[in-house]
């Protein structure tokens, strides 16, 4: 079953037509501003990989990906991509990336086992990246800093919606306040995972909540991340508090990605040791995949944030239940 949180009063501050101008606004602004923070190459990326290779990103373990067989190639199985977590180290090194070096990308993913409610689809978009760097850099240090420039572009691109659309009144902190998964919990141990997010992120504004994957005090991970391309103690989500929601608003999961020894312990712990025998996995294991840090930041997130939506679907052009529809429709949430 889906849920849905109807704001009271809530009312587009744009109609559906501005709204399109504003969509394609913010997505162009935030890339020039990841740009000028990172020097990041803009690449192509696939829609779907080859099956079995170990090249998807796995989520949690359990999402079925949407497979079908290639006509022309014997029947060879592919599967639309989850996201590009993998494929983005795999290009860096392919592409000749160097230490500082990287890329970004427009990913678009299905995800048909996804949950319908107002920040979730199963149509996924986001900015997927990915940048080269040294041994020395695998630190949390380093990772702090990547998020903060982060939020600055995202910042910046806030600013510069509200001065082409004067009608949008957002305000968003750029001070990033960081915060363990196991922190989160041993002050709000009475709270789920994601009232926990909301919690942190309405008394902070902007939060960097660290440490997902991994098990906690309470025998449980905070949330669900694949063992074989985040580095559990060096990862986490860039968060903010949404106004219209009420609620804290993921945009970014991202991370340092696993070297040999966290690959093979996170494996372990995932009972997915059977992974190590794809490519992928033994070129980390051999050392001939670059290091790296890499993310997603969500283009529809991030729109539905800045343009102060009560609904993902006023952004982006998906599938939803006609319950939802008619619900929306009542409300003058405007799905588009």
């Not at 500082?100 to 678009?108: A, F, I, R, V």
């Not at 903010?240 to 712990?269: C, N, P, T, W």
């Not at 790296?292 to 283009?299: A, M, N, R, V, Y």
Request: a negative charge; charged letters at 30%.
């Amino acid at each position: 079953m889906y849920s849905l949180i109807v704001p009271e009063g809530y009312k587009s501050k744009m109609s559906v037509r501005e709204t399109e101008k504003a969509i394609k606004f913010v997505k162009d602004a935030f890339q020039r501003n990841l740009i000028k923070n990172f020097g990041f190459e803009r690449v192509s990326a696939p829609l779907f990989v080859k099956s079995k290779t170990g090249v998807n990103d796995d989520l949690n373990g359990v999402e079925r990906a949407v497979k079908f067989d290639i006509l022309e190639q014997g029947g060879v199985e592919a599967e639309i991509v989850h996201s590009l977590a993998k494929w983005k180290r795999l290009a860096l090194k392919r592409y000749g990336f160097r230490n500082g070096e990287g890329l970004y990308t427009d990913m678009n993913a299905i995800r048909r086992d996804d949950k319908c409610d107002n920040q979730h689809s199963i149509y996924v978009d986001q900015w997927d990246w990915e940048m080269v760097i040294s041994k020395e850099q695998r630190n949390r240090d380093f990772l702090k800093m990547i998020v903060t420039r982060i939020v600055s572009a995202i910042c910046d691109t806030l600013d510069e919606t509200k001065r082409a659309f004067p009608v949008i009144d957002l305000n968003l902190k750029r001070e990033v306040t960081f915060v363990t998964t196991q922190d989160a919990l041993d002050r709000y141990p009475e709270l789920d995972s994601h009232q926990r997010e909301s919690a942190l992120a309405k008394e902070y504004g902007t939060i960097f909540l660290m440490n997902i994957g991994g098990a906690l005090s309470n025998g449980k991970p905070h949330d669900g991340r694949a063992p074989d391309y985040d580095d559990w103690s060096l990862n986490g989500d860039i968060i903010f508090y949404d106004e219209v929601l009420g609620e804290s608003i993921e945009i970014s999961s991202m991370g340092i990605r696993v070297d040999a020894d966290s690959l093979k312990k996170q494996l372990e712990l995932a009972n997915a040791t059977d992974r190590l025998e794809n490519d992928y996995h033994k070129q980390i294991i051999a050392g001939t995949l670059p290091l790296t840090i890499g993310g997603g930041i969500g283009q529809s997130r991030l729109c539905m944030l800045i343009l102060q939506k009560a609904h993902i679907g006023e952004v982006q052009s998906s599938l939803w239940p006609d319950e939802m529809h008619e619900r929306c429709d009542e409300a003058g949430i405007n799905l588009l």
